[in-house]
Structures are given as structure tokens and as C-alpha cells.
């Protein structure tokens, strides 16, 4: 990407004429290809088709027991099953997998793991392979966490497991994020090099069965979510990356959650005012009353015209 001259000094777009120009700079078109299909007009989100939303709940290493994991998955089960238009997702740690999966054997919830390896099967101590994950009904995978990234994962890594996933029938959830909000703009480098690393050699097909979770890693948490206002300039360029990388039909139907600091409370401006096609919750997913909120929530926000 080339460089972004009125980003040198818009620290993160406070003035609203600096937000508008980057607004626009973000979803104007730059490729010919994509000039004719105009799907964006001066930075609005052009919706092709609704999507449903989506609620996902990152456990992390926890609870501690499969009983805790039961009650979780009770106390948000009623939510589910009235959330018509949300998709919603549960990531336990890899050994309650096959008894949450028996846990939500009649509820609308979709079962995830937080990682997996790449490879599918071999000599490879204390890993989990895509193919077992896949085997025991796991739908979806996160993959590239920033949590894991911490860990030693790199881009390549990560790249090697989206494709393991879409190998193995499992929809990978793509983390991706900055860890901080350089005033010159280097974050969207940052973001649209994950992008590229992650995708590199994934087919444009495979594109429809891929879900995007930006997570700005400084809000993952956190005290307080990014702002919508933000949330939305970074869908945008993501959007874009991803029609330049790709085309415009796919830069819309990727579904890209948003990740960090979530909750009840902010979760209605976050999908709404960011427009995000949901989200990745982490520690208020645990928290059955909450997580069945956001679920409700999501279910109520009526899709932009
Ligand atoms: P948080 O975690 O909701 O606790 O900030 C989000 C995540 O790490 O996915």
C-alpha cells in the first residue's frame, strides 16, 4: 500500500474533516477491476446481502471444570435458540470439546476450538490436529489469536492453519489487530500485512468460508472497547485490502467480527455504529447472563438499507 498522506498527521481521526478524507481514502476504489462494480460510495458499507450475526465466545483456558462448562452452556441456551438471526459460536479449551459438543447436542449453538495445528496427523507432542478437531464436530477454529501470537505464532503459521481448517471443513476465524494505535498510521500496514500473510495462497473461493475477527490487541482485556467510529474506519480498510487482494464480491461477504473489551453494554454501538457482522467475546462470555444479552442484542439490530 502506498502512503496515506493525510494519516502523517491525523491522530486517530478526533477532527471530523480528517475522518471524512480517511474515510474516503479507505473505500475509494483503487484497483480498475473493482472501479466498475462500485460498491462502495464514499465510505458507507454498500450491503449486498444480509448477513447473519455472529456471537462468538473465546473461553480461553477456561473454566476450570466440565461442570462450569455445562452451566455455561445452559445459561445461555434460551438466548440462543431466540437469536433467529445470530449465529452463535462456543470455543472451550480443547478437552471440554466433546462433552460441550454433547452439551449443546440440542441447542442452536456451533461448537469451536481455539487453535489447531496445521498439519493433520504425525509425531507432534501435545498438539491437537484439524482432523481430530473436525472429527469430534467442532465447526469453527480460531485461528492466529493474538494471545498465541504473544506465544511464538507467526504470520506463516497462521497462514498454514487457515488452510488446515478450510482442508478439514472447519471455518477459521481469522484474528488479526494491532497492538498499538501509532499516530502516523503504521498500524494499517500492520493490519493489510496480516491480511496478506494469512491469505497468502488461499483461494478466492475459499474466501466465503473464512470469518474475520479484527481485535485491536490493546483492547483485549481491557477496561473499554475501541469506539465504534474507530471500528468502523478499520472495517473499511480491511474491506479494502481484501478487494484488492481479492475482488469486491469477496471484500463483502467476509464476515468481520470485531474483538476486545465487548460486552452487554457497549455491544448494540459496536455492531451497529462499527459495522461489524458481530463478535468475538472473551471474558464476558463466561458470564452466561451477559453473553445471552449480547446474543439478543445482536439478534435485535435491524440490517443498514
Ligand atoms: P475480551 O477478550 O473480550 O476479554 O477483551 C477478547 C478476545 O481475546 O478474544
Known amino acids: 500500500m502506498g502512503p496515506i498522506p493525510f494519516l502523517t498527521h491525523a491522530s486517530h481521526f478526533t477532527q471530523q474533516d480528517e475522518s471524512r478524507k480517511f474515510l474516503y481514502y479507505i473505500s475509494t476504489p483503487l484497483s480498475k477491476s473493482v472501479e466498475s462494480g462500485s460498491f462502495f460510495l464514499r465510505g458507507k458499507i454498500s450491503h449486498m446481502k ?52 454433547k452439551a449443546i447436542a440440542k441447542a442452536k449453538i456451533a461448537l469451536g476450538s481455539q487453535d ?25 477454529t480460531i485461528i492466529g489469536h493474538s494471545e498465541r501470537r504473544d506465544r511464538g505464532e507467526t504470520d506463516e503459521m497462521v497462514n498454514q492453519k487457515i488452510s488446515a481448517a478450510l482442508r478439514n471443513g472447519l471455518t477459521p476465524i481469522f484474528c488479526i489487530g494491532e497492538k498499538e494505535r501509532h499516530s502516523n498510521g503504521d498500524y494499517l500496514e500492520h493490519i493489510s500485512m496480516q491480511i496478506q500473510k494469512g491469505f497468502a495462497a488461499i483461494a478466492k473461493t475459499d474466501l466465503q468460508k473464512v470469518v474475520i475477527a479484527y481485535e485491536p490487541v490493546w483492547a483485549i482485556g481491557a477496561k473499554t472497547a475501541m469506539t465504534p467510529h474507530d471500528i468502523y474506519e478499520m472495517v473499511l480498510y480491511i474491506k479494502k485490502v481484501l478487494r484488492e487482494k481479492y475482488d469486491a464480491i469477496v471484500s463483502e461477504s467476509v464476515a468481520v467480527l470485531y474483538g476486545g473489551s465487548a460486552n452487554a453494554e457497549n455491544a448494540e454501538a459496536i455492531i451497529k455504529d462499527g459495522e461489524v457482522d458481530g463478535l468475538l467475546v472473551g471474558r464476558e462470555a463466561l458470564v452466561p447472563e451477559n453473553f445471552s444479552k449480547m446474543i439478543l442484542v445482536a439478534n435485535n439490530i435491524k440490517a443498514k438499507k
Open 50 to 101: 444480509t448477513k447473519k450475526k455472529m456471537i462468538v465466545g473465546n473461553w480461553k483456558m477456561n473454566p476450570a471444570t466440565m461442570d462450569e462448562s455445562k452451566k455455561i452452556i445452559k445459561g445461555i441456551t434460551k438466548a440462543a435458540e431466540a437469536a433467529k438471526k445470530v449465529d452463535v459460536v462456543v470455543c472451550p479449551p480443547f478437552i471440554f470439546l466433546t462433552e460441550v459438543k
Open 116 to 140: 489447531i495445528y496445521f498439519e493433520d496427523a504425525g509425531s507432534r507432542t501435545g498438539f491437537v490436529s484439524p482432523v481430530q478437531v473436525a472429527g469430534v464436530g467442532t465447526k469453527y
